[in-house]
């Protein structure tokens, strides 16, 4: 990323070396913790028994061992880190352009509906089967509603990025680095350790999937090009690709 002598990123690639900044990565995520935050708390209509992404209740409960209560905490808390990260980054005086949040969007999708093509034939050919591009068959046998599945697809995408992504995989980054010199090595490891945590976490609690290998594999995969995606792209991006995969697939259950 250059910079001129005031600060701000110049350079032929604009769209990209800002968009990737934490500055437009926390803008672009806002409207995904607001939807997934107001519409949880219409579909649980008030029940004790909150309905919610695992990665936001891990958070949760890590959070009140610190005495943090409320189901508000976690929001609170990512609104906080969030906020003073832009405020720390427009020191840079970065500019704020609408237009190039629509692009990221359109972007997120693109990257939603190719990553899924190029997993789901990478998997159709060790498995020698047909596993689409939005496999859904897991999902249809699932106790919670459509509606209610559709909201957590949208969180799913925030939370569970934040988790995978950024305190996961860059926290074994950080600290694989005290033990090789290679930085390429420490994120190839860090990046494969967390694609199988994100992969193995889809099939644990009363409202995991059934294990299947060829599904298994396929998240795996899917961790994996979200883990560069969050690198070259930054955190907005992988979020919202993310939760547009997610949606698709719900809304193939919906259609």
Same mark, same amino acid.
Do not use: C
């Given at each position: ?9 110049? !350079? ?9 900044? *934490?500055?437009?990565?926390? &803008? ?10 107001? +519409?949880? @708390? ?6 004790? *028994? ?26 609170? +808390? ?27 969007? !359109?972007?997120? &999708? ?41 909201? &957590?697809?949208?969180? *799913? ?9 950024? &305190?996961?995989?860059? !926290? ?35 409202? !995991? ?16 090009a979200l883990n560069g995606l969050f690198l070259v792209r930054g955190f ?7 939760? @547009? ?11």
């Open positions: 990323m250059e910079y001129d002598d005031r600060g701000i990123i110049s !350079g032929g690639s604009h769209y990209f070396a800002l968009t990737r900044t *934490a500055t437009y990565s926390y &803008l672009a995520a806002l409207p995904l913790f607001l939807a997934y935050e107001i +519409l949880i @708390l219409l579909v649980n209509g008030g029940s004790r *028994a909150q309905i919610r992404v695992g990665a936001d209740i891990w958070i949760k409960q890590a959070m009140s061992v610190l005495g943090a209560p409320g189901i508000f905490s976690v929001g609170i +808390l990512v609104l906080l880190i969030g906020t003073a990260v832009f405020y720390a980054e427009r020191k840079k005086q970065l500019p704020i352009h609408g237009r190039y949040f629509l692009a990221m969007i !359109g972007e997120s &999708l693109f990257y939603a509906v190719i990553v899924a093509l190029v997993v789901s034939y990478i998997v159709g050919l060790v498995f020698a089967a047909d596993t689409g591009i939005f496999p859904a068959r897991a999902m249809q046998s699932s106790p919670i509603g459509k509606v209610e599945m559709l909201v &957590l697809s949208i969180g *799913a995408g925030l939370y569970e990025e934040l988790v995978f992504r950024v &305190l996961l995989v860059g !926290g074994l980054f950080w600290g694989i680095q005290h033990f090789v010199s290679d930085k390429i090595t420490a994120y190839i490891v860090a990046a494969v350790v967390g694609a199988l945590a994100f992969s193995a976490v889809h099939y644990i609690g009363t409202l !995991g999937d059934s294990f299947e290998l060829s599904s298994f594999i396929f998240r795996f995969l899917f961790g994996l907005g991006v992988a979020a919202w690709t993310h939760a @547009l995969y997610d949606v698709l697939v719900v809304s193939q259950i919906l259609a």
